[in-house]
């Protein structure tokens, strides 16, 4: 109890979910680091046979990923992916199931820790995030005394959006740029309320993974992960800009493209049936190949050599960011072991750098259709490092001086350009701006603010022209029940109103509905969760909605069989008690009034239809009353189950009984005469037990798409109803808000095109 | 029209404001630069004499503030202040009178240069930020093809959000703090959709302002504004957090204390009647008092020595973030020089950083009385690195040697104390964490993200604890109709509902309300800019909103004077072919299917009260036929003036003419007979011509009042109705909504105050 009212701070709350991602992630970092080192102890310490250094090379790979995808798939699948395009649906108010859970969180450290361990390229900042929100997840069911707090919608979705961030902040140990990066990547409407809690979350993460280091492992202190050591004096020229620019714009390219082979590969797998099959049922094979495969192509003394592959991506990314010029004649010692590391007996530094860049782009796309937990956030890094490296050395090959202004001469330093690539391409891939930040605080360098805002902004514009994000991509891929952002602000969006859009035939419920046409439309409509419901089909005002199982709940109440004995009872008392003698005719004018459901019943009858009712309802006992006899004649008859075809429900309902402790039912016909009888009564939701909901979201024809879009999204809403003072005219779900989405974009590269912008 | 198709495209409209802006923010640089040039060349080179020197120093300070005093006052009232606290008001939806007008534009630019000309404690941002706003929205109207869309209120806020961001990043050329600050600072509810435009409006702004500064001023490229040179090897000892965590305590309440002191400052003089009196007449006395008051503490050669009087407030930052131990013993010739300006004979370092401080500390507060533009941010980034260094420079005197980490010994750096205590400092009066991001763009330094954080979310949390921001402060001062941040999500929240704190007594009108009655409505409730629509006051569902002005509106056309002439003529024209003779009664049946409005009258009226309104009609013209006999005798009575008092009108309503060029009106008492007439009969809204709003919006009594927050700051709603099935049962405005916010506020220290959190 204690522990739970303590959680319930929000701060309190924040600072144990950072701790113990941290815990876990310090935790990883060390097993990671462990399969490492036992890979590199196995190829380099074993043996000196090239061969038998290639089988060990290759072996623990495909062992460690075999294993992986085994248990994923046994214990928890949705561990697989990255975890990032299901955030982004949950914290749209989408709930997605067993995706929260604690198996499928140590799934995910579990296979996370293999799938890095085993050196495939791929990177973990989206399972991060996942495993930040299952924690969160987590922690918030243990505040017990105040479950009702975090039950609410708007305070969980907010604490899930503040453990996004802290998944993001205990990953890249950048709590600024996690904030923000999670910020663009999980909402589409951010309150500033909740600002706070993200940089919280994030700044107790990062400080307790990196105080781990400090402890654990002997490291000096808090510092960039991947320091960079470049005089902030005179970064650049102005006019490199341009390149800058330039080189945003390739990444944009080079961006969208890496989106668009992603999702056609997947698709392509996908489509051919008998590849699919095949897969389906030797289920470790395609895994198994694809480890091989990647493994193979690093094998140091193999291809390996031609992209650094007996370095650690630690390592890579520090030695791209290194501040010399590659090219240069003369080098330190030092420096010459790094471009030792990139250049070969038959390749230069150019060879190395694209072979690098490709061997990124197309494995990392392929590794990641394997069903193991992966992120794309550090392969992209590296790709955009790589060429934006390639590209910085190129233009410093060009302009061996550098840049001339005025009398002075600025060299060019191709790190610039690494940094400046990393952050586009990344950029580009997840249509992110605050990877700036994310870059900057990795190297711990912000002098490059103007040019990598420029090229990450280029970058940006050009890769939403041609593609979705990354993670929108998956979201379509796996067909996930996501409201795409409306990035194209084109007038359109303003101009389009919920009456071009809406569905016109609205199923409905009126106050006075009979159940019996109650009970057709919850049959002809299956899917409905909550139908709305209007004061009359003439006038179609808008009363509010009810829920789907409130509406059976009713029917249920009226011909259930619980009703439906208490009837009989009550018949069959009156009954006795006419047969018996006319002696109590008090106790029978007592009876209903005792019963405050019949009398409830009765005075709701009154106001609508009175007299018809009375009229029914004697009608109806006299049946009822000659059936009884019929039927409690019968009543061995029944014993011995020669009426079984007309009834096959269970025997305790075929029984008819006498008061007291036998049951008392009415016979099949009689049952049947007064269910029909029952359902063609009106039902008066005002005073029904029926929950309604008074405030269904509500919409105007000439709400525009774009509020519409707002009010889906920063609320949450599923569905909206359509009214016209007050005349429920329509209908918008989610889905025809999707589709007029969809039309827009399409269009958007037809008659509107003009008018797009970045 | 060329110009105005490019702007409607959004990157061109944001490339333009960015452009004019950094056009506008270099002028105003140069200007400062230059009055400021002037001071000091006054001060130092004409005369020796210091009498004199001090006359100079004092003189022109006092005559700029008192001219710009002077023409604020004249030309635009609404350029005083900063502008931050105004551009939040209507970010939020309620537009302020003349606050984005090119006159205001003009004295605000000018007036800001003056003002930071004469050497001020004062700042620039929020003008800076209300500048922008002024283009953008000046530009927006140039638009004029696409004025519809940029007429769209959500798409107008955009503008000005992006607007607000490019503002501030021109005013510190640090694109990615400026866009986080002024989202902080301006709105609750933020679009994701909406982040590129602030980057991109910053970026351009940035660039060009510092390309401007290199392209004009020689300076050598675009860089740092406040450059620091810290090794970024080993920023810090782990254990120093301990240290930045408490400066960043002491910053929260140095800040929060600042921002309380402001406010009580500001309502002190406002609640002395006879100061205020006093001061209202001699509106340049107060002013030119403080302008001397300040230059005279500032004068070199008096306290002036104290606080480095005579170097800039670029110099004054550059020097507290160097980084070196001003205590040092072993300084360089560079390094002294500096510790000159913080040292005089009479005072050591520590004495000059305290009188720093608190000079800054009291006199921007009182400088910010004065009715001139002024802002908020460099004063508090001044007092926060005086303090700052002052606690830096504390900790390396008490640790000489440093930090003890294993083997080796980190020495303090007390330049890391100044930038953190900036940050914090600055984040406290603020309330926002992005300041970190802007110290880290404006030294050009990332080393020290964790302290920095540390230190600004603890600041955060003490000072929101005890204080609103300064711009909520200033808000509440200025009595803004503004709705604040729930900062505190404590579970009143999400436990408090509408129906706590509505309006029940709800002001409406039904369908079929007579005109009278709408009439006595509106007059008993002229503050209502609308009005609810019920179908029936028994019933009360709701069936839209009507402004003020169509029900006025329906008024006027119902008993207004076109209407009553249009009468008169009808029925003259009757009452003349009645006379004339019974030859052609088939034309008297056809008149009144002729009229449609006519008609449509009847039509309308028959559906409720037809035997009635016949009655009526046929006995009112019985009526009128009589008046207009007994009036169209009377005609040159009125000529001549007998009935003036009857009818205290202007003289062509009076006259009762003849068909054809003369103009037919009714006699006074028939006019009061026909107005009672027309007033009785009831108003049937679906048909009617005024505008119904078919969608206000609608809440139920069990919404929380955090979603009523979310919903009024995301949609700028000033008023919500209350339903209950369809039913009107209260209503919600910003004031009641305010009031529960408030509340809760005020709760907040007494039960609640266990639940409190940073």
Redesign the interface.
């Known amino acids: 109890h204690h522990i739970s009212d303590r959680l319930?701070?929000?701060?309190?709350f924040l600072t144990t979910c950072a701790i113990i991602m941290a815990v876990i992630s310090f935790a990883m970092d060390e097993g990671i680091r462990l399969f490492t080192a036992v890979r590199f102890w196995f190829y380099n310490d074993i043996t000196g046979d090239p061969f038998a250094r290639y089988l060990t090379w290759v072996t623990i790979p495909v062992l460690m990923i075999l294993i992986t995808t085994t248990f994923i798939h046994y214990l928890a699948p949705q561990a697989a992916g990255s975890g990032i395009p299901e955030m982004k649906t949950i914290l749209r108010g989408v709930p997605l199931k067993n995706y929260l859970t604690f198996k499928t969180l140590i799934a995910k450290v579990l296979g996370l820790t293999f799938v890095l361990g085993s050196g495939m390229p791929l990177g973990k900042e989206g399972p991060y995030v996942h495993i930040a929100s299952i924690v969160a997840h987590l922690l918030s069911k243990m505040a017990t005394p105040?479950r009702s707090?975090y039950q609410?919608e708007?305070?969980s979705t907010?604490m899930l959006a503040a453990a996004c961030a802290l998944g993001l902040g205990t990953c890249f140990a950048?709590?600024?740029g996690a904030v923000?990066f999670s910020?663009?990547v999980t909402?589409?409407?951010?309150?500033?309320?909740n600002?706070?809690r993200g940089?919280?979350g994030?700044?107790v993460g990062?400080?307790a993974v990196?105080?781990l280091a400090?402890w654990f492992q002997g490291a000096?202190?808090?510092?960039?992960v991947y320091?960079t050591?470049i005089s902030?004096?005179?970064?650049?020229?102005?006019r490199e800009?341009v390149f800058f620019a330039l080189t945003g714009a390739l990444c944009g390219l080079l961006g969208a493209s890496f989106v668009w082979v992603h999702r056609h590969y997947v698709l392509f797998i996908r489509s051919s049936k008998k590849l699919n099959k095949f897969l389906q049922k030797n289920r470790l094979l395609y895994p198994g190949i694809l480890a091989l495969l990647i493994s193979s192509l690093t094998f140091p003394l193999g291809t390996g050599q031609f992209l650094g592959g007996d370095i650690s991506t630690e390592d890579q990314l520090t030695q791209l960011f290194s501040n010399f010029t590659w090219t240069e004649k003369n080098l330190s010692e030092k420096q010459a072991n790094i471009v030792a590391k990139w250049s070969t007996k038959y390749t230069n530094i150019f060879g190395n750098l694209i072979y690098f860049t490709l061997y990124h782009y197309f494995l990392s796309i392929i590794g990641s259709t394997m069903a193991v937990p992966h992120g794309m956030f550090i392969p992209a890094l590296k790709i955009g490092s790589g060429f934006g490296r390639l590209v910085g050395e190129f233009v410093a090959w060009i302009f061996p001086l550098g840049m001339r202004?005025g009398d002075?001469m600025?060299p060019i330093m191709p790190a610039a350009y690494a940094i400046v690539g990393a952050a586009a391409f990344s950029g580009s891939v997840t249509h992110s701006?605050s990877v700036?930040?994310v870059v900057?605080?990795i190297t711990?360098?912000?002098?490059f603010?103007?040019p990598v805002?420029?090229a990450v902004?280029v970058a940006?514009?050009v890769a939403s022209l041609l593609q979705p994000s990354m993670y929108e991509s998956v979201i379509m891929i796996k067909k996930l029940p996501y409201l795409p952002?409306?990035?194209y602000?084109n007038?359109s969006l303003?101009n389009k109103h919920v009456s071009d859009f809406m569905l016109h035939d609205v199923k409905y419920i009126w106050q006075g509905i009979t159940y019996q046409k109650l009970k057709d439309v919850l049959r002809m409509n299956k899917k409905l969760r909550s139908i709305p419901l209007v004061?009359s089909p003439e006038k179609m005002?808008?009363?509010?909605s009810v829920q789907r199982q409130e509406l059976v709940k009713l029917i249920e109440d009226q011909v259930g069989r619980e009703k439906r004995m208490e009837m009989a009872q009550r018949w069959l008392t009156e009954e006795l008690s006419d047969q018996a003698t006319e002696r109590r005719p008090s106790r029978f004018e007592v009876v209903p009034a005792q019963d405050p459901q019949k009398s409830n019943l009765k005075q709701s009858n009154q106001q609508s239809n009175d007299s018809l009712n009375s009229n029914s309802e004697s009608r109806l006992r006299s049946t009822f009353q000659s059936v009884f006899k019929k039927s409690s004649e019968s009543d061995l008859d029944l014993e011995i189950g020669t009426n079984e075809h007309l009834q096959p429900v269970t025997s305790p309902s075929k029984r008819v009984h006498l008061i007291g402790d036998r049951v008392v039912d009415m016979s099949p016909e009689g049952k049947k005469l007064w269910e029909l009888d029952q359902l063609s009564k009106p039902i008066d939701f005002?005073n029904s037990a029926a929950r309604?909901?008074?405030?269904p979201f509500?919409?105007?024809?000439r709400?525009?798409l774009?509020?519409v879009h707002?009010l889906f999204s920063?609320?949450g809403v599923n569905h909206a109803y359509v009214?016209?003072?007050?005349r429920l005219v329509g209908v918008v779900s989610l889905k025809e808000l999707l589709k007029a989405i969809e039309d827009i974009n399409n269009q958007r590269f037809e008659p509107s095109v003009r008018?797009q912008?970045?």
Request: with cysteine; proline share 5%; charged share 15%.
């Open positions: 319930s701070k929000d701060w309190i105040f707090i609410n708007s305070r907010e950048a709590p600024i923000l910020i663009e909402t589409t409407y951010f309150a500033v309320r600002y706070w940089f919280f994030c700044v990062a400080s990196r105080l400090v000096d202190t808090v510092t960039a320091p050591y902030t004096e005179f970064p650049f020229d102005s800009l202004y002075c600025s701006i700036a930040v900057f605080e711990g360098q912000i002098a603010v103007v805002l420029v902004l940006n514009a952002d409306l990035l602000t007038s303003y004061d005002i808008l009363l509010g005002y309604i909901d008074p405030s509500q919409l105007v024809e709400t525009s774009l509020r707002s920063m609320m009214t016209q003072i007050g008018e912008q970045p």
